[in-house]
């Protein structure tokens, strides 16, 4: 279960006067979602759910909002990201209601192979715990850093799918707390230091190391199978988190100066069945990183990140993580809403 403040929420929609939402929600807090629309309904907002996929903050459905004359958007489930967005929105992390210290306790000793002085990072559904468990970790004799990150994430420690900053700290070894897979091996990849993911709903511990030399032989793979293409279509993203329109031209034009075919294309959702009647003979996703991760065994012909694409043109060798990077340090404090338009 996770916790979703009613009556916060509803104080920031009336200091907005806002008459109309919508919620927007990922799978897992789609009853919450439900509950928050009675909540609010009962005390006067009319309330919408949006029923599409919601890939994260870097989603949000302001333009929809705007569309069906809603006054404001409520975005569940995720931290605030610096984007223009079209109406007043409330992101609203879910905060996991698991306590993280019985898990790092039962694994001291896998934690200890890290080494003395080691970095914490976690997803937003425990960042509210993070000085818990650094405090923990303290008086269990490890020196704890937490690194601030950039203006992409909200709080020192939290990690995105597609942004490792706070993992990149002078650490012998990074610890994650959370359940997933993805995050800890972006960060394995990212820092190329040992990573071990202690999962506090379970209590187990995985080490991502192998994992992450696993994932990389499937990359190579991936661009292995890209050398002999002669026509690529580039991919970006309209979501606005994911919108990278200028380093989408990059890989466009890198592709043309080296004698290949390359087009752009825009899509939404970027899924392969609805690029199957083109004419390319690879692809490149320059949006979220985990399209082309997650998704390539779904795709009948080869599909690469950018940098994938600089090793296939000659002009890298070592292999290097995909990531979308704000700027700075963390600007936010760690509160529950931001309200941000």
């Known amino acids: 279960m996770h916790e979703v403040s009613s009556g916060e929420i509803l104080k920031t929609l009336r200091e907005l006067n806002a008459k109309r939402v919508l919620i927007q929600t990922p799978e897992g807090l789609k009853k919450e979602a439900q509950a928050l629309a009675d909540f609010l309904e009962e005390n006067g907002i009319e309330v919408i759910i949006s029923g599409d996929i919601n890939y994260g903050a870097c989603d949000p459905a302001d333009a929809e909002a705007?569309?069906?004359?809603?006054?404001?958007?409520?975005?569940?489930?995720?931290?605030?990201?610096?984007?223009?967005?079209?109406?007043?929105?409330?992101?609203?992390?879910?905060?996991?209601?698991?306590?993280?210290?019985?898990?790092?306790?039962?694994?001291?000793?896998?934690?200890?192979?890290?080494?003395k002085r080691i970095a914490l990072v976690t997803t937003a559904q425990h960042i509210h715990q993070l000085g818990r468990a650094k405090e923990f970790l303290e008086l269990s004799g490890f020196e704890v850093l937490i690194g601030e990150g950039d203006s992409r994430v909200s709080w020192p420690g939290q990690v995105l799918g597609c942004n490792f900053n706070s993992a990149r700290v002078s650490a012998e070894g990074i610890l994650f707390i959370g359940a997933g897979y993805f995050?800890?091996?972006?960060?394995?990849?990212?820092?190329?230091?040992?990573?071990?993911?202690?999962?506090?709903?379970?209590?187990?511990?995985?080490?991502?190391?192998?994992?992450?030399?696993?994932?990389?032989?499937?990359?190579?793979?991936?661009?292995?199978?890209?050398?002999?293409?002669?026509?690529?279509?580039?991919?970006?993203?309209?979501?606005?988190?994911?919108?990278?329109?200028?380093?989408?031209?990059?890989?466009?034009?890198?592709?043309?100066?080296?004698?290949?075919?390359?087009?752009?294309?825009?899509?939404?959702?970027?899924?392969?069945?609805?690029?199957?009647?083109?004419?390319?003979?690879?692809?490149?996703?320059?949006?979220?990183?985990?399209?082309?991760?997650?998704?390539?065994?779904?795709?009948?012909?080869?599909?690469?990140?950018?940098?994938?694409?600089?090793?296939?043109?000659?002009?890298?060798?070592?292999?290097?993580?995909?990531?979308?990077?704000?700027?700075?340090?963390?600007l936010l404090e760690p509160i529950g809403i931001s309200v941000k338009r």
């Not at 990201?81 to 896998?110: Q, W, Y």
């Not at 379970?202 to 990359?219: C, N, Q, T, V």
């Not at 899924?271 to 082309?292: I, N, Q």
């Open 183 to 330: 995050h800890p091996l972006g960060v394995a990849i990212a820092t190329k230091k040992p990573t071990l993911a202690v999962n506090p709903y379970s209590g187990d511990a995985m080490w991502m190391d192998e994992e992450a030399e696993r994932l990389i032989r499937k990359r190579w793979a991936q661009i292995a199978k890209a050398m002999e293409a002669q026509k690529f279509g580039v991919i970006t993203s309209t979501k606005k988190g994911q919108l990278r329109l200028a380093e989408a031209r990059r890989i466009v034009n890198l592709l043309r100066e080296h004698g290949k075919y390359a087009r752009l294309i825009a899509m939404n959702h970027i899924s392969y069945p609805a690029l199957e009647g083109f004419d390319f003979d690879a692809y490149v996703v320059v949006a979220c990183p985990r399209v082309p991760i997650d998704d390539y065994e779904n795709w009948r012909k080869p599909v690469l990140t950018p940098t994938e694409v600089e090793i296939l043109l000659g002009l890298r060798e070592d292999y290097r993580f995909d990531e979308i990077l704000g700027v700075g340090g963390s």
């Open 66 to 115: 705007k569309r069906l004359g809603c006054d404001a958007l409520i975005h569940l489930g995720h931290s605030y990201m610096t984007l223009h967005l079209e109406v007043p929105t409330i992101f609203v992390p879910a905060f996991a209601r698991v306590d993280v210290v019985p898990a790092l306790e039962k694994n001291l000793g896998e934690i200890r192979k890290l080494g």
